[in-house]
């Protein structure tokens, strides 16, 4: 099956990396849309001049929040598929195909690619973190989803339209997650190339680690379904959009 997709990319003060990454997504015939999050240097200029069609947030809101702004922009243009992507260059776009042709099977709503089968030298602490918010998550979703926090992954367009997303920071990565457990949607996994350069985390530690305990526990009543319950079909439902 063939997806009709687009790359959305939250972009913020990545004006070192966005260039170069637009231009290889571009160079591989795929649209890709750069969320700008009210940064403070010439990131979307440097996205603009590289192939980039850029929406712009006047202040920083979030990776979650422009996430949100570019799946609602992707469900306008009548595209399959999101693929999403950091802006910070760990993330190689040849290994697209491989994600899309995952995402192709029909029984597939999400594929999340799997950083810590490629040997890549993730930071020790970000790595063991990493796997116990992985463990948590897939009990809850009935699923094994060995990278949960990994930003490169595919969406299918119906998974979009029906769940209603609502945070806006780097937790929306796994609300997007348990919202498709909650509605029996499968996830799967594949290995990718991670490239770690000098670039740092904009992850907090303390408070983006208190957000997503606040989201295991909301939706911890919600979640668990039956294993009999997976593999929802990918048929076409009412358009609800992301929130």
């Known amino acids: 099956m063939t997806l009709r997709s687009c790359v959305v990319i939250p972009g913020y003060n990545a004006v070192k990396t966005i260039g ?8 591989m ?12 240097d010439q990131t979307a200029q440097v996205a603009t001049d590289a192939g980039a069609l850029v929406i712009s947030h006047l202040r920083n809101g979030g990776k ?22 950091d802006s910070d260059g ?3 776009p040849e ?4 994600l899309l042709e995952e995402a192709g099977r029909s029984d597939v709503a999400i594929v999340v690619g799997h950083r810590l089968l490629s040997g890549a030298a993730m930071p020790v602490a970000r790595r063991w ?24 992954r595919v969406i299918r367009r119906q998974v979009l339209e029906m769940l ?33 350069g000098d670039h740092g985390s904009h992850i907090h530690p303390l408070w ?8 295991v526990l909301r939706y911890l009543p919600l979640v668990r379904p039956a294993p009999d319950q997976h593999n929802q079909q990918l048929q076409a439902g009412p358009s609800q959009g992301v929130g």
């Open 20 to 27: 170069p990454l637009v231009q290889h997504i571009k160079a």
């Open 90 to 92: 760990q993330h190689d």
């Open 64 to 85: 979650g929040l422009a996430l949100r702004t570019g799946f609602a922009y992707a469900l306008q243009e009548g595209y399959d598929a999101v693929i999403t992507m």
């Open 129 to 152: 973190t990493n796997r116990l918010m992985s463990l948590m998550l897939s009990w809850l979703t009935r699923q094994h989803i060995p990278d949960s926090q990994c930003g490169f």
């Open 29 to 40: 015939g795929l649209d890709t849309i750069v969320v700008n999050d009210g940064s403070t």
């Open 95 to 98: 290994d697209i195909p491989r």
């Open 208 to 215: 983006d680690g208190i957000r997503f305990v606040r989201l």
């Open 164 to 196: 209603q997303l609502s945070t806006s920071r780097f937790e929306l990565e796994s609300e997007l997650l348990l919202a498709a457990a909650r509605h029996h949607w499968r996830v799967t996994s594949v290995p990718i190339r991670t490239i770690y």
